[in-house]
C-alpha cells in the first residue's frame, strides 16, 4: 500500500519481508528463552520444596497487600 505523497520512511522494497523474518526469530528465541528459564525454575523448585514454598507465601503476601488494600480514611487514622 503506497502512502500519498511518497514512502515518509525512506524504506526499501523488502524491507517488511526483513522486518517480519526478524520478528518471527525474536518470538522464537523469546520461546526458547522462556522454555529454559521454566525448566530450571521447575527443576529449583522439586531441588527445594520448602523454600519454594516459603517463596510463594511471601508472593502472594506482596501481592495481596499491592492489589487488595482498602483505602483508609482519615476517621481510621485518627482511631
Known amino acids: 500500500m ?3 505523497g511518497g514512502d515518509p520512511m525512506g524504506t526499501q522494497p523488502g524491507a ?3 522486518d517480519l523474518a526478524m520478528l518471527a526469530e525474536g518470538v522464537v ?3 526458547e528463552w522462556m522454555r529454559s528459564a521454566l525448566q530450571k525454575g521447575l527443576a529449583w523448585v522439586e531441588e527445594n520444596p520448602g523454600t519454594a514454598l516459603v517463596c ?3 508472593a502472594g503476601f ?3 497487600k499491592v492489589l487488595l ?3 483508609r ?3 481510621d487514622v485518627a482511631d
Open 56 to 58: 510463594a507465601v511471601a
Open 73 to 75: 480514611s482519615l476517621e
Open 29 to 31: 528465541a523469546g520461546r
Open 62 to 64: 506482596v501481592v495481596g
Open 16 to 18: 517488511e519481508d526483513e
Open 2 to 4: 503506497a502512502l500519498p
Open 69 to 71: 488494600h482498602r483505602q
